[in-house]
């Protein structure tokens, strides 16, 4: 982002001046996997540090949707020459990210030792599923298994039906690519005091549980010990709840300390002094029957209309083709439209003042900027001629120009 200030001192001056994002001047290779690793690096792009995507050669299609902001070299690390040019990357580097399973770099004769030798400053970053050790380090596996594993998914789903894994949100993306993006923030921030870079174990089964620890810490409370939705938060309880309105919309009913759920039982018309009391554990059946009855003779609009204002903590269920023309989020702006028309979420948490500023313009092409990468590591034009008709490298200058 720029801004132009004015400085009169006699005569008006111009000044030009860069806005620094808060991880400007960092830069990461993020070598290319499946979906965690790739938020990983988008997160750190988004926040401002140069992000170079390793892709493979030989791949025409990506089905990478997360490389916003990165610049992408197609490299094969299964040649001796393509590991040496990686490990050149990694000489001149803050941060390399790796998404395979245990194994798998140093097959390749790129483990953190090697690497580390040649610059002990690198923040090396293994994010894989099961961690760098252990009976399943090796075994392939996705967000449901490492969900599975973490506990968690134990917990989640509706009563009387099997555990349910809510996309690949909670292993893949929390406990995975972002948990990895903080500690490599945290270890950046570290190598500030130590001048040491460090290796990151971030996987996905400790890295959900950990976003579960709330799930651990407040059994004592009794908010987890009866069966899977059962409890308070996890679809149990008639006032935390979805609830389907008369054109097939829903409503999303969070009114959890009395004060709000007094406000929920005045905004659906309902006779408290009929009732059970809220915490009657025994009559939620019953009460979600009697809200879900009342809910489905109003529209979604017109729910929203009674609600708004109110504490009764009730908000209308959008979907992604609906949140950024919500007056919310439209006045906040928190969803952006790139150069192609589409819209997705603006990075997160805002930094007042030096918010992360995504590119909006498209992704790059597999080996698009091979070769203005390399030329900026320092390799020759010779040398990227060469290792091109070796096929070690591809740069795909063609397809950046259509
Ligand atoms: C639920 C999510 C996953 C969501 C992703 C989906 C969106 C996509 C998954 C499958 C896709 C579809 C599929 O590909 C078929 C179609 C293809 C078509 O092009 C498009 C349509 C498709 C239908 C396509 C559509 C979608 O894209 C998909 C449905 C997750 O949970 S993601 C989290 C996964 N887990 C992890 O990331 C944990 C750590 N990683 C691992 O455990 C493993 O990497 C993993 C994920 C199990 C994969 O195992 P795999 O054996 O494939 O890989 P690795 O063991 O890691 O080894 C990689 C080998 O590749 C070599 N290599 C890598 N880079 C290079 C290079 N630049 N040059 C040369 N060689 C390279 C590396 O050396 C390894 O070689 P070896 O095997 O010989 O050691």
Aim: proline content about 5%; hydrophobic content about 40%; overall charge neutral.
């Amino acid at each position: 982002m720029f801004f132009v200030s004015i400085a009169s001192q006699g005569s008006t001056k111009l000044i030009l001046q860069m806005q620094k994002m808060a991880l400007a001047g960092i830069r990461v290779l993020e070598i290319a996997g499946l979906a965690p690793a790739p938020f990983c690096g988008m997160i750190l792009a988004d926040f401002g540090a140069k992000v170079v995507k390793v892709d493979r050669t030989r791949t025409s299609m990506t089905v990478d949707v997360q490389a916003r902001g990165k610049r992408s070299i197609a490299l094969n690390l299964k040649t001796s020459e393509g590991a040496t040019i990686l490990k050149k990357l990694c000489s001149q580097s803050d941060v390399l990210i790796e998404p395979f399973r245990k194994g798998v770099m140093e097959k390749l004769g790129l483990g953190p030792e090697k690497i580390l030798q040649e610059n002990p400053k690198l923040i090396y970053a293994r994010l894989t599923g099961f961690g760098q050790s252990g009976p399943y380090a090796e075994a392939a596996g996705h967000d449901i298994n490492y969900l599975a594993i973490s506990g968690l998914l134990s917990k989640l789903g509706r009563q009387g039906e099997n555990p349910y894994a809510p996309a690949n949100l909670l292993a893949d993306f929390a406990g995975g690519g972002l948990l990895c993006a903080v500690g490599i923030v945290m270890a950046l921030f570290e190598r500030s005091r130590s001048d040491k870079g460090q290796v990151i174990d971030a996987n996905m089964v400790e890295g959900a549980a950990y976003i579960g620890s709330f799930l651990w810490k407040s059994q004592n409370l009794g908010l987890w010990n009866r069966p899977r939705g059962q409890n308070l938060l996890d679809s149990g309880a008639p006032f935390y709840e979805t609830y389907k309105t008369s054109d097939g919309k829903f409503m999303a009913v969070g009114a959890l300390e009395p004060q709000f759920y007094e406000e929920l039982i005045k905004g659906l018309q309902l006779d408290s002094l009929k009732l059970p009391s809220q915490m009657s554990f025994s009559d939620w059946p019953e009460m979600k029957k009697i809200m879900a009855e009342t809910f489905s003779k109003k529209t979604q609009a017109e729910w929203c209309k009674i609600f708004e204002g109110t504490d009764a903590c009730v908000t209308p269920v959008l979907s992604l083709d609906e949140v950024s023309s919500h007056p919310h989020n439209k006045e906040r702006g928190s969803f952006i439209t790139d150069c192609q028309g589409e819209i997705s979420p603006r990075p997160a948490p805002l930094l007042l003042r030096t918010p992360a500023t995504p590119s909006l313009t498209r992704d790059p092409f597999i080996g698009e900027h091979t070769e203005s990468v390399l030329r900026e590591y320092g390799f020759s034009k010779e040398e990227i001629a060469k290792f091109q008709a070796a096929g070690i490298i591809e740069c795909n200058r063609a397809k950046a120009n259509l």
